[in-house]
DNA sequence: CGGAATCCAAGATGATACTG
DNA sequence: CAGTATCATCTTGGATTCCG
């Protein structure tokens, strides 16, 4: 067991790196830090949806993610209060991971940025390829 | 001069990597990968704010980037139509940017999003250190 | 002024193997 | 089932240097 500063998308600028440069003033670059991570808007709107799932599931539900990498970004939104996890003390356990009430807050402008993408992403592509 | 594939903000994925697992379903994704990059936040903001700007001041109302990462930056707005770029063919030349349409409906769930890391970031920390 | 080209350090992600 | 540990790799971002 190591600490988790390193490459955990949890805090990392919080403890203050050698001179703030716009953290205290850019709460909004740390939240896309975190939302930005290439699993984390998936897993929000996944939770969001379904109320709440167990690690296998979730995994099953996020094509493409290694168990590593769904760790760890849970770990990262459980440590921002975004995500609770529950035990079943059984054999074998069964974990339980959902949305904060903060989870579900998020979740709302995230939808609107949902909207936005699935609204203007695919005019961008085009204008990509006509010019 | 080489091809835009490699580390540029842009579309990278638009050409099908190898078998698009869910780009084509998760444009959300894809804008994530955009916005979620160190300085578009700030940037769409700055522009958002100001209207238009030339290179230099807009590198000066960004503390810490450097002139490859805004511009980068810069490209893959322009790539995806969310700025524009006006030169003066003076000498000197003048570049001048600015948020397209498109961008400034962008900038509206940003502004979302940015409210909601503005109110509950804070809170985030403090969560983290209390417990 | 507004870039482009190059090199390099750091971090993020994935594959694999192992554990309680 | 639900992870953890480790290694290898790919991408990002920053510093530096040079140019029209």
């Known amino acids: 067991m190591e600490d988790r500063t390193s490459s955990t998308p949890g805090h990392s600028q ?6 703030d440069l716009f953290s205290p003033e850019c709460p909004t670059r ?9 699993w984390v ?3 929000v709107k996944t939770l969001a949806e379904t109320g709440e799932l167990r690690y296998a599931d979730l995994k099953r539900r996020t094509p493409g993610v290694s168990a590593k990498m769904l760790t760890q970004t849970l770990r990262g939104l459980e440590d921002d209060h975004l995500v609770a996890r529950r ?7 069964a974990v339980h991971y959902s949305l904060t009430p903060l989870g579900h807050s998020l979740d709302e402008p ?15 592509d ?3 390829r006509t010019g």
């Open 126 to 128: 085009g204008l990509s």
């Open 110 to 124: 995230l939808a609107a940025l949902r909207e936005w993408a699935e609204t203007h992403m695919p005019e961008i």
């Open 41 to 43: 808007a998936m897993i």
């Open 87 to 93: 035990v079943e003390p059984s054999v074998p356990p």
């Open 30 to 38: 740390r939240l896309l830090d975190r939302i930005g991570t290439k």
């Open 14 to 19: 919080v403890t203050a790196p050698r001179g």
